[in-house]
């Protein structure tokens, strides 16, 4: 595969360098500030050309190959810029399952940022073993009515619309009997309420829906065929993960190196075997990402690149919450707060003074919490493990315990 850039792609890598460079500053990064202004960011880049690059024409996007989306996470990656929205799984999802309709009338807003989504797949009582969900649709005239609950739906509180995985045949295998609805989330019977986490934040939030509707043609894929189209859509999720995240690893990993300088500590031997371990492990995603855009490129569609998509999104979650636990101890007690360097005073008389929520985690402490959930999200790394080992190395199943005798 050839790594150099394309006349016309170097051209736009340049504007796009550019254009980020005048965009610095004006966004938040992360944090509940971030979410709160995801949708701003979205339709900036979207307005700059630099959204939606490789997505059909007739919805909004410029019909380029999937390579300009990689440049677009590469340089953002390098400018420190906000992440792109990652909603190239649900535009796939639609072009793949939905039908024309649907299609012309999500697709562009969803592409040019004028409509913001949320995912509503896991419940309470169904995370790993989501097709036990407990949410229900039952048909009213040409409305679907909706009772039950989500939860971890991220950007919930800003969503225009949300995509449900609900119940819409209770008597059939339960796999066979979901569907993919498409919801708006400003009607009464939805409330949303947010899961403040450790660091204060609250990214995640509970999705409760009581005798919510929407239309009946709202469903992508059909009516109790919507297993089938979330594991697509989480399927290239996963896959895509890989492609560009090692950019952003590999400017932590920088930001690391420079702070166990900093510190003092790059020479403890624990700390530099910690460094290399997870620039080593930054490497492999790099080549696998690459392998997996070289199959997307060449449009290869195998059991291999679904394969592929799961071991590296398992990957790298480890890998990440592994250096986080690394960061935390190059930077030490650093890491608990904002201010590394208080006013006269010790921090216990400094908090009592000012308050306790004066002092919050820092930005270093909330990726550490962060970096526990990239474990979980997308399908727990256990789940992934199953799925490689039946699906793709033949392994059986675990038997299940023999039930008890009376």
């Given amino acids: 595969m050839d790594f150099r850039d394309s006349v016309e792609e170097a051209a736009f890598r340049d ?20 979410w709160a202004k995801a949708g701003d960011w979205h339709r900036a880049l979207y307005a700059a050309g630099f959204f939606g690059t490789s997505w059909p024409k007739q919805y ?12 677009v996470d590469e340089e953002i990656a390098k400018a420190g810029a906000p992440a792109r929205p990652s909603l190239g799984y649900l535009v796939v999802g639609f072009s793949a399952h939905a039908g024309e309709e649907i299609r012309e009338r999500f697709l562009p807003g969803m592409i040019n940022g004028s409509e913001r989504w949320c995912q509503g797949f896991s419940e309470p009582d169904s995370g790993s073993d989501l097709a036990s969900l407990k949410t229900t649709a039952v048909q009213d005239g040409d ?19 949300c995509f449900v995985l609900a119940r819409t045949d209770p008597d059939v295998k339960k796999q066979a009997g ?13 409330e949303v309420r947010g899961i403040v986490q450790p660091d204060g934040t609250a990214e995640f939030n509970e999705v409760f829906f009581t005798d919510a509707r929407c239309p009946i043609d709202n469903v992508v894929g059909g009516v109790n065929n919507g297993w089938k189209v979330a594991n697509d859509t989480l399927g290239f999720e996963r896959g895509m993960s890989a492609t560009t995240g090692h950019r952003r690893f590999e400017e932590e990993y920088r930001r690391m190196v420079a702070m166990a300088r900093e510190r003092g500590v790059i020479d ?11 620039y080593t492990k930054i490497q492999i995603l790099r080549i696998n990402g690459l392998r997996s855009l070289t199959q997307t490129l060449n449009k290869t569609k195998d059991m291999g690149v679904v394969s592929l998509g799961l071991t590296n999104k398992m990957f ?8 986080m636990e690394l960061a935390l101890d190059i930077f030490g007690p650093a890491s608990m707060l904002i201010d590394t360097a208080p006013p006269s005073g010790s921090w216990p008389a400094v908090m009592r003074a000012k308050g306790r929520d004066t002092y919050k985690p820092s930005p270093m402490m909330s990726a550490f919490f962060f970096s526990r959930s990239e474990t979980i999200w997308g399908g727990t790394a256990e789940i992934q493990r199953n799925i490689v080992g039946e699906k793709f190395l033949g392994l059986p199943r675990e038997p299940k315990a023999p039930a008890a005798s009376s």
């Fill in 15 to 34: 504007r796009l360098r550019g254009w980020l460079t005048e965009q610095k500053g004006k966004f938040p990064t992360s944090g509940d500030a971030y």
């Fill in 60 to 71: 909004g996007g410029q019909g380029l190959p999937p390579v300009y989306d990689v440049i």
């Fill in 143 to 161: 409305e679907w009515v909706i009772n039950g609950q989500k939860v971890w739906t991220t950007q919930a509180q800003f969503a225009d619309y």
């Fill in 178 to 190: 979901i569907s993919y609805l498409l919801v708006p989330m400003d009607q009464p019977g939805i």
């Fill in 268 to 278: 403890d031997p624990t700390v530099r075997q910690g460094l290399m371990r997870y």
């Fill in 316 to 323: 790298w979650s480890e890998m990440h919450r592994d250096a």
